[in-house]
């Protein structure tokens, strides 16, 4: 009798049971959580608080790109407080980017879509050609004016004349030229001739009178060019959209005018000279905050003439014979400046670059510093 709680106790003892779980809460008196040991606890300065300060001198450096300032104010936050989650991911992309790799790629990256416009040898050549023309134009001009009889006298002036202009085209280039200082000299000399010769029918001149303005003009037109390519050294698409913004606004002035009933002449001519002056100035100005090239310029005077057709084709194909020129003088005018905007529009992104600029460079890659290849560029 005495025996048999004792043997029912280590029955019940034997039984088997339900396995410990290894999430079961601990209570907390129990005797194995006062076993186990404490979680190591990461060794700081008592100042570790004071690193974050640090921390945000260091992100705000490595935004500006001063990439030093940034790894000396990281690596300060990472002596203060090693358990700092993002100050060593960023202090070694500050040393990757002072490495030669990174910094010839952020220079990539850096570099103007549109660079500048560097000399070439087309550019010489076509001033040569323009200015020789000028030249022996300003030489028979000359001998009109100073009453030379001989025809030999003609040609030998010319001669003289075209040689003067291909020499100091020459000589006067022999840094270099590039393309939109050729084209703003030989622009100059060409709006000069056609001032000059305005300038006969708004002044009413003749005779030696109507020669030397036509000399004049083109002398003095082609003195602005050569101060304007010097000291606002243009670019050859900023001077085809200056070019076309006189020569559309003369002729869209013109055909306008040719609507009214009246034979002034000399007020026609004048009012031409003011606008194409008008036209030249705004769109000189304008191209100075605007990146366009010569390509984009020929496809919307392109838009221009086609729009301008098509103005007076439709009315022409709508009214036939039977409506007056001046309807047909106003379409063609609203056909121009139709055609000029809508090419202007549908050509906004051609001067856009064909692929993006992209660098492959070596760099050290991952947290053990590897090396591999990195490519960098802008899409």
């Known amino acids: 009798m005495f025996l048999a709680p004792f043997v029912l106790a280590v029955l019940v003892a034997a039984q088997p049971g339900s396995p410990a779980r290894d999430d079961a809460p601990v209570p907390p008196d129990s005797a194995v959580l006062r076993t186990m040991p404490s979680p190591p606890l990461v060794e700081g300065p ?17 935004v500006r790109g001063e990439d030093a300032q940034a790894v000396e104010s990281l690596e300060r936050v ?81 001669l003289l004349g075209g040689g003067a202009g291909a020499a100091a085209a020459l000589l006067l280039t022999q840094g270099g030229l590039t393309p939109g200082q050729a084209a703003a000299i030989n622009s100059g000399t060409v709006w000069g001739f056609g001032y000059g010769l305005a300038s006969i029918s708004s002044f009413d001149l003749d005779g030696d009178n ?20 010097e000291f606002g050294n243009p670019t050859a698409g900023q001077v085809s959209l200056t070019n076309s913004g006189g020569l559309w606004a003369g002729v869209i002035a013109g055909l306008l005018m040719a609507t009214q009933d009246t034979n002034e002449t000399r007020t026609f001519f004048a ?27 020929l496809l919307i005077d392109s838009g221009g003439i086609l729009g301008g057709l098509t103005g007076l084709s439709a009315l022409f194909l709508l009214l036939g014979d039977d409506a007056n020129s001046e309807v047909y003088l106003v379409g063609t005018a609203t056909g121009v400046v139709a055609g000029l905007a809508a090419t202007a529009f549908l050509t906004r992104n051609f001067d856009a670059p064909d692929a993006p600029a992209v660098t492959i460079v070596p760099a050290a890659m991952g947290r053990h510093g590897g090396m591999g290849l990195a490519m960098l560029g802008q899409f």
């Open 210 to 229: 109507a020669l030397a303005s036509v000399m004049v003009g083109a002398a003095g037109f082609t003195g602005l060019g050569v101060l304007i390519a």
């Open 271 to 297: 009012i031409e000279q003011v606008v194409v002056g008008g036209g030249l100035i705004s769109m000189a100005l304008l191209s100075r905050n605007l990146d366009v090239s010569r390509g984009r310029m």
């Open 46 to 62: 008592p100042e570790a608080c004071a690193a974050e300060s640090d921390y945000l001198a260091g992100f705000d450096a490595l």
């Open 78 to 158: 990472q002596e203060a407080c090693p358990q700092h989650p993002y100050a060593p991911e960023l202090a070694r992309l500050a040393r990757a980017r002072l490495t030669p790799g990174g910094r010839l790629a952020q220079e990539t990256l850096a570099r103007p879509v549109v660079s500048e416009e560097g000399t070439s040898r087309g550019a010489r050549a076509s001033l040569t050609i323009v200015q020789t023309l000028h030249g022996i134009t300003q030489g028979i001009l000359l001998c009109e004016i100073a009453g030379c009889d001989d025809s030999r006298a003609f040609v030998a002036v010319s």
